[in-house]
């Protein structure tokens, strides 16, 4: 089987799986540098949750790279460059797709530092979300997963 970690894929099978995962998810923490180490730990939690939106049903399409964990307005460059560099260096490492997920909130982080020009999807989901309506967030993923492999305009 695939597997979907960045971690768990060796050199030596790459060229044969690489035609196969096709997409690169950039995880974002969100963190500001100021949390508690229970706040860090509840964030981190959180971002898990949005992760097994797509990690679980897109295994063996997807590699999950580490997550970005500091990238707020207070310790990033303008306009998310940081993201932007990560995310143009997957795209030149062969990914045709590049997915950021976080669990913050537009209020929260806001999508200038999330989106650019080699990021093809921004997945946001809150926790809020996901505790109120699980089913639909479940849904609208992997929408918006089969949109971006479809060539379709997001909604």
């Known amino acids: 089987m695939i597997s979907l970690k960045f971690s768990e894929i060796e050199e030596k099978s790459w060229d044969e799986l690489r035609p196969y995962l096709d997409t690169a998810v950039l995880p974002v923490t969100g963190l500001g540098g100021g949390e508690t180490p229970w706040e860090t730990t509840m964030a981190l939690e959180h971002l898990r949750d949005a992760l097994d939106l797509i990690e679980i049903p897109f ?50 982080l806001g999508d200038k530092q999330l989106v650019g020009e080699h990021v093809d999807l921004l997945l946001r989901c809150p926790p809020d979300e996901l505790r109120l309506s699980g089913n639909e967030a479940k849904r609208k993923a992997t929408e918006l997963m089969a949109n971006l492999w479809n060539g379709s305009p997001s909604s």
């Open 59 to 108: 295994k063996g399409r997807i590699v999950t790279y580490p997550a970005m964990h500091f990238v707020n307005d207070a310790h990033q460059a303008p306009e998310g460059m940081l993201l932007e560099q990560v995310s143009a260096g997957l795209k030149n490492a062969g990914f045709r797709f590049v997915v950021v997920v976080t669990a913050k909130s537009e209020q929260e």
